[in-house]
């Protein structure tokens, strides 16, 4: 019985991963000049490095971008970034633990 509890939880966090690694991948194509952002707790950031509230204590950091002439980072692109963040928090809530403490960047071919 233990087996089958352990491979229905390994089964159900490999789902939330691949749910996650696509809702990643769409910030990122939402948003082309993003080049990396990471999920933390808010009391192991600067004030600074918060870039918006998430859930908890989770929180929005690092925000980083390939900058046009311009452009600026502005705290509304950040918090398009945590709305869909948030959003798949709430239709996935087993992704807030994978998304603490992790660093998102864009990957190039």
């Known amino acids: 019985m ?9 089964l159900q966090r490999e ?14 194509e939402r948003y082309p ?3 990396g952002f990471s ?7 600067a004030k600074d490095r918060a870039m918006a509230q998430l859930e908890g204590e ?13 452009f600026r980072l502005t ?9 869909a963040l948030l959003e798949m928090m709430e239709e996935q809530p087993d ?4 998304l603490s403490g992790r ?3 864009r990957t190039f071919q």
């Open 2 to 10: 233990k087996a089958l509890n352990d491979r229905m939880e390994t």
């Open 33 to 35: 000049l993003l080049s």
């Open 95 to 98: 992704a807030s633990g994978m």
């Open 58 to 70: 989770l929180c929005l950091a690092d925000v980083s971008a390939n900058t046009l002439p311009g």
């Open 39 to 45: 999920v933390q707790q808010r009391s192991t950031v």
């Open 15 to 28: 789902s939330v991963a691949a749910e996650l690694a696509e809702r990643v991948a769409a910030i990122f």
């Open 75 to 83: 705290q509304e692109f950040c918090n398009e970034i945590a709305s």
């Open 103 to 105: 660093t998102f960047a």
